[in-house]
C-alpha cells in the first residue's frame, strides 16, 4: 500500500501520521491492571506473550485512501525484578518486541497491500512505591499482606521507549519509531481484601524523529494517558479484572506543518489470570480501541502470555 517511487509531501506524511495509531510506542499505551501491585524483594519474573491484534484505518479523505486496515503478529520477551531502593521498595521492569504486520487499502481505487517483519522499539521502567508497599522479603512479606487486607499504595514510575526497533526512513510504515520516547507515570492503588481498585496517569513526552518519510522532521506534543483498573483475587495466582482507558493529545507537526491528528481513544480490557503452580501462571488479555476521531484507529488485540518468578 503505500510505496512511492518519490516522496510526496504533504499527503503521503499524513498518511504514515495516521498509520503511528498502531506504532509501538501508542501501543505502549497497554491497560496493565496491578502494575503498583506490592511484591516481595528478590523477586524475579520473567515472561513471553504472544499478540494478536488487528483494526481498521481511518484517513484524510483527501489522501483518496479507502478501507485501510492492518493485522499483526507481536511476540515479546519480558524481564522484571523487585528490589529496595533506598528504604522503598521498587522494581525494574524490561520489555523487547518482534513483530510481523500486514497492512491493506485502497488507493485511488486500487489495492495496495504491504508486509513488515522485524524488532519493534524495546520498552524499560522503573517503578518505586511512595507511600505503602514496605520493602520486605520472604516469611516477613507473606505475614505483612496477611495482617493488611485493607491498605493502600502510592507509586511513581519512568518509561522509556528505546529508538532501537526497525527503521527506514525511506519506507512509510516502521515497525520502530526513530526517536526517544519518556513516560512519566503515577498511580494508587487501593486494596480491599480480595477487591483492588487501581488508576493511574501517564504521559508519553517524545523527541522530535529528525528522519522522518521523506527527509522531514516530525514533532509531537505530549500524549496523556489515563487508565483504571478494578482486579478481584479469587485465590493466589487466579484474578480477573477489567480495565477502562482515555488518551488524549499526541498532535504532530511536520516540517513546521501542523496537522489535525489529536488522539481522543478510548480502550477496554478484560484480563484473567490463572496459576499453573506456585512459580508459574498464564494470563489472558482481550482489549479493544475506539478512536473518537475522523483520522486514526479502531482496533482489538488477544494477548496471551506466560511467566515463572524465582528468588522469593
Avoid at 5 to 22: D, G, I, R, T
Avoid at 135 to 144: D, H, M, N, S, V
Avoid at 204 to 217: C, K, M, R, T, V
Avoid at 275 to 302: E, R
Wanted: hydrophobic share 40%; aromatic share 14%; net charge neutral.
Amino acid at each position: 500500500m503505500f510505496q512511492r517511487s518519490a516522496p510526496v509531501y504533504p499527503a503521503m506524511a499524513l498518511l504514515l501520521v495516521a498509520l503511528a495509531f498502531f506504532c509501538p510506542e501508542t501501543r505502549a499505551q497497554d491497560l496493565e491492571p496491578r502494575r503498583w501491585s506490592h511484591l516481595p524483594i528478590g523477586l524475579n519474573v520473567l515472561g513471553v506473550a504472544t499478540v494478536y491484534n488487528d483494526g481498521d484505518i481511518s484517513l484524510d479523505p483527501v489522501l483518496r485512501i479507502e478501507n485501510g486496515r492492518f493485522d499483526q503478529w507481536i511476540a515479546a520477551v519480558g524481564y522484571a525484578r523487585s528490589f529496595e531502593f533506598f528504604g522503598k521498595s521498587a522494581r525494574f521492569d524490561f520489555n523487547a518486541p518482534y513483530a510481523s504486520g500486514r497492512w491493506e487499502g485502497l488507493v485511488n481505487g486500487v489495492d495496495q497491500v504491504v508486509r513488515r517483519r522485524g524488532f519493534m522499539d524495546p520498552y524499560m521502567r522503573f517503578s518505586i512505591n511512595l507511600y505503602g508497599a514496605p520493602p520486605l522479603r520472604g516469611k516477613e512479606f507473606i505475614q505483612y499482606r496477611r495482617e493488611h487486607p485493607v491498605d493502600t499504595t502510592i507509586g511513581a514510575a519512568i518509561g522509556v521507549i528505546l529508538p532501537l526497533g526497525d527503521y527506514n526512513e525511506e519506507k512509510l510504515i516502521n515497525l520502530g519509531n526513530n526517536r526517544i520516547t519518556i513516560r512519566p507515570q503515577i498511580g494508587i492503588l487501593h486494596q480491599h481484601y480480595k477487591w483492588q481498585f487501581e488508576l493511574t496517569g501517564s504521559v508519553f513526552l517524545s523527541q522530535d524523529n529528525d528522519e522522518f518519510f521523506g527527509g522531514n522532521e516530525l514533532e509531537r506534543d505530549p500524549l496523556w494517558f489515563s487508565q483504571g483498573h478494578i482486579i478481584y483475587s479469587f485465590k493466589p495466582g487466579l484474578w480477573a479484572s477489567a480495565s477502562l482507558g482515555y488518551a488524549y493529545g499526541g498532535h504532530t507537526t511536520i516540517s513546521g506543518v501542523p496537522k489535525d491528528d489529536a488522539q481522543r481513544t478510548l480502550y477496554t480490557a478484560l484480563s484473567l489470570g490463572v496459576p499453573i503452580n506456585a512459580q508459574q501462571g498464564l494470563k489472558f488479555s482481550y482489549f479493544t480501541s475506539d478512536t473518537n476521531t475522523s483520522i486514526g484507529a479502531s482496533y482489538s488485540a488477544l494477548i496471551v502470555a506466560w511467566s515463572i518468578n524465582w528468588g522469593m
